[in-house]
């Protein structure tokens, strides 16, 4: 069982923890290539775009250069013997390593990424402040182009010519964190249709929607995730067994050393780059209060003259070995056969001499070896960059280099979830870094006798290098130490090969961009949950973080039933809980996930002009913002609809997100705008209830009226392949504006727009409902009609006909 403390109990080193309550289950999935739509040709994209071409000096550039020109393009292009300019530009096509020499073994590997990198890198740094101040959804892109094959390395006949396209196809799933409006795309295509690419990258620059899309065979594909199970025990490891694990003298790396030589008995060999400290240091030996002494006396040196960040690197200096002390010390002191070897992995000479002196009795790797820089791309140096990469990568191909012919059991890649999902902010090189490390693992298992698997983890619950745990959480809830271990060595045991990755329930740091660049499929944990955002989303025309979001939302009448079930003066009509529906989960998009964690408190001060809802044919656009504001311990979210272009009548609402419980109802804020025209007769609004059901209601001698209505399933309002479930009771609010309608049926009227004053959602609806409520005050109590429990509670409901 898991200690429940920070510390072990032998060394005073940290240890795993009791699992947070955020700790959750992750899925073992694999990608795999899925079918696009063809495109629908439009070449007048490019028409007017200011672009930047990184590329080489080889053919295939010039002819990408021509094509974009002859299209409208205003192309500028940068190769090595440019000078850079950092005049604002629209669109970055990064033609990355410039189709070169495929990689037919490591020494094809070694070196060749660093300058195409650092180009890339250079104009991002040009186009910094532009990008990162643009508001449009629909101005920037970066398209990357990759040699994998056209199946991103994924397709079975993929060549995977040259596997380090991986570090832009990384790097461009992370831009949106630099750039929230960047539209990036990278383009995966196989060497031997080097003519087409022109074609392709014209076709595909200045669109938005998928971020991986391969051209194989004249089909478009992108990657999906599939559940997959891990494979039986093909292998067996025991104390004959001896397992390099790079970079595992500390973090998960350790764990998983640790669970080897305890339960199997293998001998293990962990490095890093540092000699193991000497018995001399202060520190040495010190439990974790004397470690903080420790590092009192040494932040006191600051009233000495000594520079803060020299003390804070020497702290962080003095953790890291007093941690690798405590475990190696630890392991002796139980018997444990670890043995930690100093070893810088992107020294080839120091990783021959380490494999000499192991020789044929290494029968597993582990590349677990890995840094981040956890910094925006303005605060981080060309050396930053590069030594993130490198770590991984050119570390990988020497220790692969050096071992392509041994025997091995297994070759185990230490990934991230950043490579095939993109980083969190800041970063930017270590999701290249992780994505190239996956296809380099795909490329090497073609070409050993031996399993080659990289695993994509999600965050470990507090351990590895994450420096801010709490803002992890808001990305994908963590993986538990125990689970992470059992299925570490279930991979190991199975001998598997390729890329596997652990997804956990998504977090509430998706973006627009991301949720559009990946396919969303019920296998995903979290589904349920990210899904219906997604499905009311809408085309994103302009994004704020937190501050504003532009939206085209579609109501397609022929998969969505729920627009044949109501009418306004007998036109079919959007119905008004459609909206509200629509108007909560794009709000989603706006509320923050971490000031602190908020529910939906209430909606209020809604007013739906009547005369708004009409279907203007087979499919109805309108154009909705949504607003966020901080109010003191709130977030409020003002949403309104419109027609696109603005004119004409627009609906509002205000959504409120609070901390904690629910707030009570309140009586409706004043100063409702009414709109007033003039209007007889009792069919103005109609309900079909064909899709809707219709409640029972019966009235009591005080004029109150009390109902009941069983709700209606997703399936009913969506005839789509995925459907969302609904936040809001929708049958609820029907049958509530149906009933307050029927009060001025058959007399002159003023018909204003439909207000409500609040709306407070206490939970979700489960079974049927009880209603319950009083018109002429515009109160409304709405209960499940099982259990008793508070669902809704409506005020200032008093419906267009109010006062009659």
């Known amino acids: 069982m898991l200690t429940t403390s920070r510390e072990s109990p ?63 393009a205003r192309v500028r292009r940068r190769t090595p013997a440019t000078a850079p300019d950092d005049g604002p530009v629209d ?15 490591t020494a094809d590997l070694t070196g060749v990424w660093r300058e195409p990198l650092l180009r890339t890198v250079t104009a991002l740094r040009e186009q910094y402040e532009n990008w990162a101040a643009e508001t449009s959804a629909q101005r920037l892109f970066y398209l990357a182009v990759t040699q994998l094959g056209g199946g991103m390395g994924q397709h079975p006949d993929d060549d995977l010519a ?77 104390p004959e067994d001896c397992v390099l694990v790079s970079g595992g003298g500390r973090g998960i790396g350790w764990e998983l050393a640790r669970t080897l030589a305890e339960r199997h008995g293998a001998r293990v060999v962990v490095t890093g780059r540092e000699p193991f400290p000497s018995a001399d240091e202060p520190w040495f030996g010190a439990d974790a209060d004397g470690l903080r002494a420790y590092e009192r006396e040494l932040w006191s040196g600051s009233r000495g003259g000594r520079p803060l960040p020299e003390i804070r690197r020497d702290i962080a200096r003095v953790r890291r070995l007093w941690e690798l002390a405590g475990n190696i010390t630890g392991a002796r002191a139980r018997g444990l056969r670890i043995e930690y070897v100093p070893c810088d992995f992107t020294d080839l000479e120091q990783v021959r001499a380490l494999l000499a002196r192991e020789g044929d009795a290494l029968t597993g790797v582990v590349h677990n070896a890995g840094v981040d820089t956890a910094a925006r791309l303005p605060k981080k140096t060309d050396d930053d960059i590069l030594r993130t990469v490198a770590t991984k990568i050119d570390s990988f191909v020497h220790l692969f280099g050096e071992l392509a ?53 999600p965050t470990w619950d507090r351990i590895g290098l994450i420096a801010n745990f709490s803002a992890t959480r808001r990305y994908m809830a963590p993986l538990g130490v125990a689970d992470g271990l ?23 740091a998706v973006d627009p961009g991301q949720a559009t660049g990946y396919p969303v499929v019920p296998d995903l944990p979290g589904y349920a949950e990210v899904y219906p955002k997604i499905h009311h989303l809408g085309e994103v025309t302009s994004y704020e973080p937190h501050a504003r979001l532009v939206s085209r939302v579609r109501f397609d009448r022929e998969t969505t039933p729920v ?3 109501f009418l306004v003066d007998g036109a079919e009509a959007v119905p008004v809980s459609l909206l509200l529906e629509n108007a909560l989960r794009g709000a989603e998009w706006v509320v923050p996930g971490d000031f602190p964690e908020l529910s939906l408190d209430c909606l209020e001060d809604v007013v739906v002009p009547l005369d708004l809802l009409p279907l203007d044919g087979p499919v109805t656009v309108w154009e909705r913002e949504l607003r966020g504001v901080h109010d003191g311990r709130s977030w409020t979210v003002e949403a309104r609809f419109r027609r696109p272009g603005g004119a004409g009548p627009e609906a509002r609402a205000r959504l409120v997100y609070a901390p904690g419980d629910t707030r009570s109802p309140a009586p409706p804020r004043s100063g ?95 079974g049927n409902s009880v209603i319950e409520g009083d018109p002429a005050l515009g109160t409304w109590k709405v209960t499940s009609a099982a259990s008793g429990a508070r669902v809704m509670t409506m005020t200032g409901f008093e419906g267009p006909f109010a006062g009659d």
Not at 486 to 504: M, N
Request: with cysteine.
């Open 672 to 766: 409702l705008t009414r709109m007033t025209t003039w209007r007889s007769g009792p069919e103005l609004l109609s309900w079909r209830c064909s899709v809707l059901p219709r409640a029972r209601w019966t009235r009591t001698e005080e004029g109150r009226w009390i109902g009941e209505v069983r709700p209606c399933a997703p399936n009913d309002l969506w005839a789509t392949a995925a459907v969302p479930r609904t936040a809001l009771a929708m049958s609820v609010l029907e049958n509530v504006v149906r009933l307050c309608a029927r009060q001025g049926a058959g007399i002159s009227v003023a018909v204003d727009p439909l207000t409500v004053g609040r709306i407070t959602v206490h939970a979700e609806e489960n």
């Open 563 to 565: 627009l044949t079930d």
């Open 486 to 508: 059992a299925k570490w060595q279930a991979e190991l045991l199975a001998g598997s090969a390729g890329e596997v990755t652990f997804v956990g329930p998504l977090g509430d």
């Open 10 to 72: 032998h060394t005073g080193v940290p240890a795993a923890t009791a699992e947070d309550p955020a700790v959750q289950p992750t899925t073992r999935m694999v990608w795999r290539p899925a079918a696009l739509p063809p495109l629908t040709p439009d070449t007048s994209r490019p028409a007017g775009m200011r672009v930047l071409l990184l590329a080489g000096e080889d053919e295939s550039a010039e002819r990408v250069e021509r094509a974009l020109t002859a299209h409208g």
């Open 91 to 105: 669109a970055i096509v990064d033609l990355t390593l410039d189709g070169g020499t495929p990689a037919h073994g």
């Open 162 to 238: 040259q596997p380090l396209g991986g570090i832009w196809a990384g790097l461009a799933k992370t831009l949106h964190r630099e750039f929230p409006n960047c539209n990036a795309r990278v383009v995966d295509t196989a060497l031997s249709a080097a003519k087409d690419l022109p074609d392709v990258v014209v076709s595909e620059l200045g669109r938005t929607g998928e971020i991986e899309v391969g051209h194989r065979d004249g089909r478009r594909l992108t990657l999906s995730p599939v559940a997959a199970p891990v494979g039986p025990p093909t292998v067996s490891l025991g």
């Open 405 to 457: 012919d041994s025997r091995l059991k297994f070759f185990c890649n230490v990934g991230s979830l950043t490579g095939r999902l993109g980083g969190m902010v800041g970063q930017l090189e270590y999701a290249a870094a992780n994505e190239a490390l996956a296809r380099l693992g795909r490329w090497a298992d073609r070409r050993a006798d031996y399993p080659v698997m990289t695993l994509a983890w």
